[in-house]
């Protein structure tokens, strides 16, 4: 076990595009693991886990490492230092590296656990919010669950294949995965790999999509031959699980804000060979007003803070601000009162956020039953997803009725 000279440069560049420049992780890693094509599979895995651990860990290293934002190139090699010091490297005699002082380091990392928001390396706003919001005990489990490593997991396309044949087709090419009790659609790779290089995924027989995610097209119970209207489509994961689950019969309307997401959806709706997708932007009021009281089915998967999702984007710590979070909760209050009025009397509605805080996901919901649309609705039941007693990501969903 030990570094690599080039490996290590790629990865600095990397923590300084996104500490520095405010560049999103995710496409950081993506970009960084193009950079050389003589490295294999172990050295892409070192490359991008490293940039996410020291991107989820970033408070706690810069801490230990006695270093303040925003961080210089000598900053981020003592960082680094920390990681390679915690995760059991040896120190080569880099000059980077020179005068590392591991003993100081493993001192202060013992230290510092002691203090939640040090240990979980999130802001002071952060973990005050969590308390408030969830207590003391549940806050300090949910967010130490959010620092896992998420698993990947798989949602099979019905439309194309079955849960059994995918996985035998994936066991083909060494891909090792398990079924997930009580969700049908669902397969949990037991080892990361990267599917998106398969050709299973090439010809649309799968989506990457957690599992709790998985549950909300489920929720809104959607069937064939059904008007469905998904409100916030964003790239479309929800929708197109729901045109499986609608047997490409019937219609179902992804609407979005930007017309770049909806483009994205269109290519995966291709590959999925789900074709009874309508795509509407919602340039002005008139595309909702005109789709008043029409549909059975109606999905607000609402914008919200991301809390219920750390794993997945640990750079949204340090992205988040707490106004954001006010703002976010006006933002789906509206979205609520606005969308609602699609839902035919008879017709059902899913609210659903990724996040873990009561004032986005109950107490939304509380407040919406009480206004003038909302007084038409029947709360059915919602279910509370957290990380830290499910594995997956943390999540809410409403189910409502619209009264006849």
Known sequence: MRLHRNLVYTTIDALNA????????????????????????????????????????????????????PYNREDLWRMFAVWAVLRGYPIPDWRQLEGTPERKIKGKFDELSKIRKMRESIPDWMDEIGVQELGEE????????????????????????????????????????????????????????????????????????????QLVARFLDVQPGMRVVDTCAGAGGKTLHMASLMENKGQLIAMDLYESKLKQLKLRAKRNGAFNIEYR???????????????????????????????RNPDAKWKLQPEFIDNIRKVQAEVLENYSKIVKPGGKLVYATCSVLPSENQEQIKKFLSTEIGKSFTFVKDSKILASQSGFDGFYMALLERKQ
């Open 138 to 213: 549940l806050w300090t489990k949910e967010i130490a669950a959010q620092n896992q490593q998420a698993k990947v997991i798989l949602r099979v396309n019905t439309l194309k294949t079955t849960k059994e044949k995918l996985r035998a087709l994936l066991m083909d090419l060494n891909i090792e995965t398990e079924f997930l009790k009580d969700q049908p659609d669902a397969l949990v790779l037991t080892e990361r790999a990267n599917v998106f290089l398969t050709d299973a995924f090439k010809e649309g027989l799968f989506e990457v999509q957690d599992a709790s995610s």
């Open 18 to 69: 996104i500490f520095n420049e405010g560049e999103y992780a995710d496409k950081v890693v993506a970009r960084s693991l193009k950079k050389d094509k003589r490295w294999g599979s172990s050295d892409r895995k070192f490359v991008a886990e490293t940039i996410y651990e020291v991107v989820r860990w970033k408070r706690l290293y810069s801490e230990i490492a006695d270093v303040k934002e």
């Open 281 to 311: 932007i919602i340039d002005t009021t008139k595309v909702i007003k005109k789709l008043h009281e029409k549909a059975d089915r109606v999905l607000i998967d609402a914008p919200c803070s991301g809390l219920g999702v750390l794993k």
